[in-house]
């Protein structure tokens, strides 16, 4: 059973960065992307950036120009580099890889 794995959470205060990371392990079908998600307390989970086989990325408006995401799927391992960051980033943020696998998700707090 696929098992995915997030790290890198943490506190950090406005205009500061983190870099998350998962990895995954177990056996999945045709992965052909992998996404990050986050879900901020009393809101939706919301699509952050994500990452094609191919390389192709697209990002949330909301974070464009601040969030970098990267990743091999052939080694199962996805990163999500965010600089700037604001009060209203905090969230949880999960890796995703479409359609089924989901990690549990790391706690990112941007508070001063």
């Known amino acids: 059973q696929a098992q995915l794995v997030e790290s890198g959470g943490g506190l950090v205060q406005p205009g500061g960065s983190l870099r998350l990371f998962c990895e995954a392990s177990g056996s999945m079908f045709s992965i052909n992307a992998m996404d990050w998600y986050r879900q901020a307390p009393g809101k939706q989970r919301e699509f952050v950036a994500g990452?094609?086989?191919?390389?192709?990325?697209n990002y949330a408006e909301s974070v464009k120009g601040r969030f970098t995401i990267s990743g091999n799927i052939a080694k199962n391992t996805l990163y999500l580099h965010m600089n700037s960051l604001k009060p209203e980033d905090t969230a949880v943020y999960y890796c995703?890889?479409?359609?089924?696998?989901w990690g549990q998700g790391t706690q990112v707090t941007v508070s001063s």
């Open positions: 995703h890889f479409p359609p089924d696998y």
């Open positions: 990452i094609t086989r191919g390389g192709d990325t």
